[in-house]
T-cell receptor
Framework: AQSVAQPEDQVNVAEGNPLTVKCTYS??????LFWYVQYPNRGLQFLLK??????LVKGSYGFEAEFNKSQTSFHLKKPSALVSDSALYFC??????????????FGPGTRLSVLP | KAGVTQTPRYLIKTRGQQVTLSCSPI?????VSWYQQTPGQGLQFLFE???????NKGNFPGRFSGRQFSNSRSEMNVSTLELGDSALYLC??????????????FGPGTRLTVL
């Protein structure tokens, strides 16, 4: 079975400070990992993905994420937060070795608030 | 390229009615997935269609069904609506092939309210 945990419901950070949104996953094989962002009354927007290769993945809007296989984590980071980054962030995983009876599993979401 | 479009954006129905939601994927995308999003349950996977065939299915009752047409457009239907079906229904398309998965691109959603 595959699962995703986002241990923090809410993250508050001051504008200009670095931000981290945490994600841990569980799969039986190798993971596809994704981050999405959702603004109010909107669908999800793709930020970045990890499939293979470098553990540090760069994505849209200055976001990056670090894949850590030993800790089964894929934390989202940004060096300097903007007020406009305030939104709901979702981590998602799919087991590369899974059969087609499984699809992406999304975490519960973390609400990021960047305070001016 | 145009993004994923969903119609209608808002719907109000009463218990016992049925509803059909429509999704047009990004041009060239053959995979279409549907999700239900509620404050309490988060994002829950309903089903995925690829080349007109249902490839994956989540744990929803048979009242929830879908289909995909030859142009990759998809519809989902919910029959005998219940109050608990009130949610944001999201459609996502991707360049997934028959043997691989890629990131999904989401539409703005259809907000369904059941009274």
């Amino acid at each position: 079975a595959q699962s995703v945990a986002q241990p923090e419901d809410q993250v508050n950070v001051a504008e200009g400070n670095p931000l981290t949104v945490k994600c841990t996953y569980s799969v039986s094989g190798n993971p596809y990992l994704f981050w999405y962002v959702q603004y109010p009354n909107r669908g999800l927007q793709f930020l970045l993905k990890y499939i293979t290769g470098d553990n540090l993945v760069k994505g849209s809007y200055g976001f990056e994420a670090e894949f850590n296989k030993s800790q089964t984590s894929f934390h989202l980071k940004k060096p300097s937060a903007l007020v406009s980054d305030s939104a709901l962030y979702f981590c998602a995983v799919r087991d590369m070795g899974a059969n087609y009876g499984q699809n992406f599993v999304f975490g519960p979401g973390t609400r990021l608030s960047v305070l001016p | 390229k145009a993004g994923v479009t969903q119609t209608p954006r808002y719907l109000i129905k009463t218990r016992g009615q049925q509803v059909t939601l429509s999704c047009s994927p990004i041009s060239g995308h053959r995979s279409v997935s549907w999700y239900q999003q509620t404050p309490g349950q988060g994002l829950q996977f309903l089903f995925e269609y690829f080349s007109e065939t249902q490839r994956n299915k989540g744990n929803f009752p048979g009242r929830f069904s879908g289909r995909q047409f030859s142009n990759s457009r998809s519809e989902m239907n919910v029959s005998t609506l219940e109050l608990g079906d009130s949610a944001l229904y999201l459609c996502a398309s991707s360049l997934a092939t028959a043997s691989s998965y890629n990131e999904q691109f989401f539409g703005p959603g259809t907000r369904l309210t059941v009274l």
